[in-house]
């Protein structure tokens, strides 16, 4: 089952983010999709609030990855720059999808084989105009 929220500023996304973050626990992956400028990582940084990450979260486009602490370890991929993992180290996303931690990750079409096992939750952000944004979130799968 996936849920359709309205969200009509920058506020109500990372609030949006926060609500997510209270059905989150370690293992957890959150897949984030969205054109450039939806929001992903503002709702990312709801979610990291919510979850005790004191510290300025950003988008990790040029890097990869963060990682951040929390009540848990946070990890936050973002995947927009690779083209295939191929020429990378083979062990490049193991870290951030430690068992322990939460993992975000926008642009995750290459972290798929990854993920192999795991049910991650999706969440999808699309523009409606101005500040506007319809955010798709799946429902959680059941834990074990």
Request: aromatic share 4%; proline share 7%; hydrophobic share 40%.
């Amino acid at each position: 089952m996936t849920r359709t929220l309205i969200s009509q500023s920058a506020a109500e996304t990372e609030a949006l983010g926060a609500e997510l973050a209270a059905s989150l626990g370690p293992g957890d992956v959150v897949v984030v999709v969205g054109e450039v400028g939806a929001g992903k990582t503002t709702l990312i940084r709801g979610a990291c609030r919510a979850l005790g990450v004191k510290e300025p979260v950003t988008s990790p486009t040029f890097t990869i990855g963060h990682r951040y602490r929390g009540r848990l370890p946070i990890s936050h991929l973002d995947l927009y720059r690779l083209n295939d993992l191929e020429n990378e180290d083979p062990g490049l996303l193991a870290d951030y999808l430690a068992p322990g931690s939460v993992a975000f990750i926008e642009w995750p079409a290459l972290a798929e084989p990854q993920l192999a096992g795991r049910t991650p939750r999706e969440v999808r952000l699309s523009h409606r105009g101005g500040d506007s944004r319809a955010i798709e979130i799946s429902a959680a799968p059941s834990r074990k």
